[in-house]
């Protein structure tokens, strides 16, 4: 977390297109609330009804941690719409993204219950704390 | 009726080993949360998952529960749907973004 979920249209985005526009979306993500890049992921799909597309031809729902400022969501939604447009070459009405807010303690990844923000340094070394004391028993 | 939605890698489950963990996952809610749920699944083609920004194998599991959850329960029904998983798809826990949520309240 947090899931990143495109849509499109049939055949609007070929195969080098994908990649430019999921490292983009971790790229926005991470520089706009500093979370760490391994946590963001991107899902793609074609004509698929988990994200309406409604009269867009790419559609972007992202799911992230709740604790985020509004300011941050529309930075990265407005962020999301403009990489779709540079990487999809799509007119920018018929790009869209929005943000959903899911708690961390909702969500387990990597065998334990998500950080809240700001707090991704602890868990990672209580994580690897953990490995190590698995590996050593 | 409890819904679901699981977000999976073509390849990562054959249609077999997919019906085996529709059926636990429906036996799951019903012994956890007493109702019968509804599957959405969303396969994921190769080459259409990233984690990062590099190519990736995760699979999703987002269940919404039909009544609120208290945070211990939370986490033991997180880590039983990992494992069920884990089991079924054969990935790691490593690969697995499970989430409970509670029902909507607007």
């Not at chain 1, 993500?29 to 979370?35: E, P």
């Not at chain 2, 749920?37 to 269940?63: D, H, K, Y």
Request: aromatic letters at 4%.
């Amino acid at each position: 977390m947090p899931l990143y979920i495109c849509n499109s249209q049939k055949g609007a985005l070929d195969d080098t297109s994908k990649p430019a526009i999921a490292q983009a979306i971790t790229d926005i993500h991470c520089t706009v609330t500093g979370a760490p890049p391994i946590f963001v992921h991107v899902v793609f799909f074609e004509d698929a009804p988990i994200v309406p597309l409604q009269d867009n031809t790419l559609a972007v729902r992202g799911t992230i941690r709740k604790g985020r400022s509004d300011q941050q969501k529309d930075d990265i939604a407005q962020a999301i719409e403009a990489a779709l447009v540079e990487h999809a070459q799509v007119e920018p009405h018929r790009a869209h993204a929005q943000i959903r807010e899911t708690p961390a303690s909702w969500v387990l990844e990597g065998g334990e219950i998500m950080p809240e923000p700001g707090e991704e340094a602890e868990w990672f070394a209580a994580q690897e704390a953990r490995r190590q004391a698995v590996a050593e028993s | 009726m409890i819904n679901c939605m699981c977000v999976i890698q073509e390849g990562q489950a054959a249609d077999q080993a997919r019906a085996v963990l529709a059926n636990k996952l429906s036996a799951f809610a019903q012994e956890n949360l007493g109702e019968a749920l509804q599957i959405n699944w969303a396969p994921v083609a190769p080459g259409n998952g990233f984690t990062a920004g590099q190519p990736s194998t995760s699979s999703v599991v987002a269940l919404t529960a039909n009544q609120p959850v208290d945070q211990a329960r939370r986490e033991q029904l997180l880590r039983e749907l990992v494992s069920m998983w884990s089991d079924e798809t054969g990935c790691s826990v490593d690969e697995v973004v499970a989430v409970v949520s509670d029902p909507a309240t607007h």
